[in-house]
């Protein structure tokens, strides 16, 4: 490679000292061939890294046999340079052994990101010059490819995957400690007792599916868990792709004013037809709940690549507010747009969602709701209370999900089943004054927990998910 960015002498000295000898073998674990920018270099690596798996060693003689003629001929034709003196200068000049070889390594990775970026941009640059360009795919693009370079180089999360049995055990009682501290509750709470003493809270590094069908209240439940995870003292991070953040915001206030006694139905809100008092509510809660730590996005037709960015821009802005995010909630899963990498394949696609949004839990350290729509077939069932085969496209959901709870409400089916004969209506608004709060959470699957339903006090028109024993 003859660019001025390239630095030839970087790959050359983490060459010398895995052709030194010694155990390398978690450099060779986090590099790859392509990270090595000279075509040269990377097939010297490579032979390095068959060395490795096939004889446990890198040193500089088993390594040189490995290698084709061909290539020590072509070696020798276009550098002029024996392939073997030109491996020995490399192993007499590296500045790292195996004591350091760590900080070789990320000068490598770090030079194949830099111009890896360098040609994206001039790539970018030739193609905003064409009017013919269409901008927001070009945006798209240049933020898939410099995320894909980016998750080569990040350190944020818990970069050490490896622990003995006895860090892993002290880190569970350690852990057990702090639950029984805060009366079981293990991960972050959503503000329902029964759901938290089922699960421990929502556990971080976890994917949590919520499903369900429209109108069900996804979305009030969503956003009633944040307010309480927020009210802990977690931030929480929102994605809501399906309603802009004013709207979810006046959903907050409607659940935060009933909190507080106060009935403020959320339509009311945003169509202005608030009396005075319910006015003076609503000031109230935003006052007194301004603070909450709580941070809304609501673009649109995002792809995984980009929620990421957006999440690590989140994660920035929360820490300097002082209060780390620790919860992340998607509305919802049906309104996240997959790449092209598996296009016309939407049980594919839904995997790539899926698998994006676990590997972002466990990076991040954080708790990922996701919500999402289940299938028409359970309109078709004499029970509509969903199952795991309603999930849409529900092989790769089932998979990567760490727990997936149902939300169902009998009363939004009876309420549009209200029968004509006048005897008949008396005894279906008995059935329905007797539901009409009432919501069921089933746990249909729980990695680490129980498999049960919970009962919720769900008002609809507040926006507001208490515990069943609520009054009000």
């Known amino acids: 490679m003859t660019s001025t960015a390239f630095v030839a002498e970087i790959e050359q000295n983490l060459l010398g000292a895995i052709l030194s000898g010694g155990d390398h073998r978690p450099t060779l674990a986090r590099l790859t061939p392509e990270h090595f920018l000279e075509p ?26 490995m290698a084709s003629q061909e290539f020590v001929q072509g070696f020798a034709d276009r550098s002029g340079t024996p392939l ?65 370079i980016a998750s080569h180089l990040r350190t944020s999360g818990r970069t050490n995957t490896r622990q003995t049995f006895a860090e892993a055990a002290q880190d569970a009682l350690t852990a057990s400690l702090e639950a029984k501290v805060r009366q079981g ?118 792809t995984i690549a980009e929620i990421r960015a957006k999440t690590e821009t989140m994660l920035e802005d929360a820490h300097d507010r002082g209060v780390p995010l620790g919860l992340l909630i998607l509305d919802h899963l049906g309104k996240v747009k997959p790449s092209a990498r598996y296009a016309g394949n939407r049980n594919n696609e839904v995997g790539e969602v899926t698998d994006g949004l676990k590997a972002l839990a466990r990076e991040f350290d954080l708790s990922v709701l996701l919500l999402s729509q289940l299938s028409r077939q359970v309109e078709s069932r004499d029970d509509k209370r969903p199952v795991l085969s309603d999930l849409r496209d529900s ?57 049960v339903t919970i009962d919720l006090h769900i008002d609809i028109a507040c926006s507001a998910v208490r515990n069943a024993a609520r009054s009000f």
């Open 84 to 148: 073997g003196p030109y491996l020995a200068g490399m192993v007499t000049t590296t500045p790292f052994d195996v004591r350091n070889i760590k900080g070789g390594a990320r000068a490598v990775l770090s030079q194949w990101a830099r111009i890896g970026l360098k040609t994206e941009a001039e790539a970018l640059a030739l193609a905003a010059s064409d009017p013919s360009t269409n901008p927001a795919e070009l945006a798209r693009v240049i933020v898939s490819r410099a995320d894909e």
């Open 395 to 451: 092989g790769n959901i089932e998979q990567d999900a760490d727990a997936v709870l149902f939300l169902h409400r009998q009363a939004y089916y009876l309420e549009r089943a209200e029968p004509a004969d006048p005897d008949e209506r008396i005894e279906w608004q008995s059935k329905l004054d007797a539901c009409r709060n009432r919501g069921e959470l089933a746990i249909g699957k729980q990695r680490n927990g129980p498999c």
């Open 40 to 65: 040269a270099h990377a097939e010297i690596y490579r032979l390095c890294c068959a060395a490795q798996d096939q004889y446990g060693t890198t040193t500089l003689p088993t390594v040189i046999k």
């Open 185 to 302: 509750l293990t991960g972050i709470t959503t503000g329902l007792l029964d759901l938290d003493r089922a699960t421990g809270g929502l556990q971080r590094r976890d994917l949590i599916l919520l499903g369900a069908r429209p109108s069900m209240g996804k979305t009030t439940l969503g956003t009633s868990i944040a307010r309480f995870a927020a009210a802990s003292g977690v931030g929480v991070g929102v994605f809501s792709l399906e309603m802009d953040s004013a709207k979810l915001a006046a959903r907050m206030v409607s659940d935060l004013a009933h909190s507080d006694g106060k009935r403020i139905p959320y339509q009311d809100f945003i169509a202005g037809r608030l009396t005075d008092d319910q006015e003076d509510a609503a000031a109230a809660a935003l006052e007194k709940y301004a603070s909450l730590p709580i941070l809304l996005d609501d673009a649109s037709n995002l």
